[in-house]
């Protein structure tokens, strides 16, 4: 079935340790975005790409990198986590750049806990 | 600036009735408009989208929306409400300018209730 995969589901993590959280799409999309999302502040942007081996810095960047190897995959490093990148995080993808009339697709998310 | 607002933080509805989910915007140049729901520890769901022509557009599950350019709104609306459509509901609008960083604006979501 055609969509998109992330993992872990959830993880609990030490401050200071490195995590990647990984996405992948199978639907051809060029673009793919990265949101967090937090109660009262909804989603917001932390990182996109119009196509693969381009990326761009969304609202909140601070912390968070990601890479573009290839179409599929679309994956977000936290390099030294705090505990206020506690979120749940969602991958989605969409048939063109951002911004297009073109619906976005989300994975099922992945809860982030950082201690 | 751009912005989206959903000025109903939760709705409640009996089952049954017909529901409004309020949604205005505030972009330059002709948006593009997106309704998405999100299930209890689901990803959100794309339900419908106005890119251009007929006002009153249909998408999943029995849902509609309104563009209204003079009002700048697009509220979603359903003449039946279920109870299994309890969930939280996101409008989004991307403006149109050139450019290749158009990103959308998401509201900050409504909490559906429909009580049985």
């Known amino acids: 079935i055609a969509g998109i995969t992330q993992a872990p589901t959830s993880q609990i993590l030490a401050a200071g340790r490195r995590m990647t959280l990984r996405c992948t799409q199978d639907m051809r999309h060029n673009a793919m975005y990265w949101y967090r999302q937090d109660l009262g502040l909804g989603l917001r942007l932390i990182h996109y790409s119009n196509t693969a081996g381009t990326t761009g810095k969304g609202e909140v960047p601070d912390g968070y990198s990601v890479s573009r190897a290839n179409t599929d995959d679309f994956p977000l490093t936290l390099a030294s986590a705090v505990p206020s990148q506690t979120s749940v995080y969602f991958c989605?993808?969409?048939?063109?750049?951002?911004?297009?009339?073109?619906?976005?697709?989300f994975g099922p998310g992945t809860r982030l806990t950082v201690l | 600036a751009q912005s989206v607002a959903q000025p109903e933080d939760q709705v409640n509805v009996a089952e049954g009735n017909p529901l409004t989910v309020k949604c205005t915007y505030s972009v330059s140049g002709n948006p593009y408009l997106f309704w998405y729901v999100q299930y209890p520890n689901r990803g959100l769901q794309f339900l419908l989208k106005y890119i251009t022509g007929d006002n009153l557009v249909k998408g999943s599950y029995g849902f509609e929306a309104e563009f209204n350019k003079s009002q700048t709104s697009f509220h979603l609306k359903k003449p039946s409400a279920l109870v299994s459509d309890s969930a939280l509901y996101f409008c989004?609008?991307?403006?149109?300018?050139?450019?290749?960083?158009?990103?959308?604006?998401w509201g900050l979501g409504t909490s559906l209730a429909v009580n049985p």
């Open positions: 989004a609008v991307s403006g149109t300018n050139a450019g290749n960083n158009r990103k959308l604006i």
């Open positions: 989605a993808s969409s048939a063109r750049q951002g911004g297009s009339y073109n619906e976005q697709f």
